[in-house]
């Protein structure tokens, strides 16, 4: 998928190299990290609970806890 050959990798390579490639491509289109966004951590509460409500989550195969989702804002927002 995405041109990325996986047939050789194991689940978490795979899963690395997909990440990559999210990221190169935000670079390359300039899409800004939330770092450099308006972006503001003390909204991640919000945010999250916003999320735990969203009609999508209920199609996930884990239902994650809101400190989870909590969690994926923050480490998105730390990300280098």
Known sequence: AL?????????????DATIK???????????P??????????DVPTLAANAMHDACM???AIQPA???VEAT???A???E
């Open 3 to 15: 041109g990325i050959p996986t047939d050789a990798m194991t689940i978490d390579q795979a899963a």
């Open 21 to 31: 490639w999210i990221v190169d491509i935000s670079k390359r289109i300039n899409i």
């Open 33 to 42: 990290a939330l770092k450099d966004s308006k972006f503001d951590p003390k």
């Open 58 to 60: 209920a199609a996930n």
């Open 66 to 68: 809101v400190e989870d």
């Open 73 to 75: 804002f923050m480490a």
């Open 77 to 79: 927002y730390n990300a």
